[in-house]
C-alpha cells in the first residue's frame, strides 16, 4: 500500500504560480512511477504529468506543456507539481497517483494509487 497526500493548492491570480507536493508513505515510493491528474467541474480526468521512478522519463500533458514542470525528491518521498502561467482553464482538483511500472503513463488506469486531492483555482 502507498498512502499519497497532496497539498499547496490553493486560489492565484491568472499568470500566477503554485507547487504542488505530494508526500507518500507506506511502501518504497521510489519504486513507484508517480502522475498528476487533474478534474474540473463536468469534466472527465485528464492527465497532467508523469514521471519514471528513476526521475529520467517525463511526460506532459498537451494543455501544460512549457508551464507545468513535474518532478520528485525520492530521499524525502515526495513529487511535485511547479505549475506556473497559471490559466483560469487550470482549475480543478489536482491528483496525485503512484503506480509500480516502468516509464511515464499518461494513463490512469496505469496507476493502482491516489491521493484526495487538492483544489487550484485561477482567477482571471
Known amino acids: 500500500q502507498v498512502q499519497l497526500v497532496e497539498s499547496g493548492g490553493g486560489l492565484v491570480q491568472a499568470g500566477g504560480s503554485l507547487r504542488l507536493s505530494c508526500a507518500a508513505s507506506?511502501?518504497?515510493?521510489?519504486?513507484?512511477?508517480m502522475g498528476w491528474f487533474r478534474q474540473a467541474p463536468g469534466k472527465e480526468r485528464e492527465f497532467v504529468a508523469a514521471?519514471?521512478?528513476?526521475?529520467?522519463?517525463?511526460s506532459d500533458g498537451d494543455s501544460v506543456k512549457g508551464r507545468f514542470t513535474i518532478s520528485r525528491d525520492n530521499a524525502k518521498n515526495t513529487g511535485y507539481l511547479q505549475m506556473n502561467s497559471l490559466k483560469p482553464e487550470d482549475t480543478a482538483v489536482y491528483y496525485c497517483?503512484?503506480?509500480?511500472?516502468?516509464?511515464?503513463?499518461?494513463?490512469?488506469?496505469?496507476?493502482?494509487?491516489w491521493g484526495q486531492g487538492t483544489q487550484v483555482t485561477v482567477s482571471s
Open positions: 507506506g511502501r518504497t515510493f521510489s519504486q513507484y512511477a
Open positions: 497517483a503512484a503506480g509500480r511500472f516502468m516509464g511515464a503513463s499518461m494513463t490512469s488506469r496505469a496507476y493502482s494509487y
Open positions: 514521471i519514471s521512478w528513476t526521475g529520467d522519463n517525463i
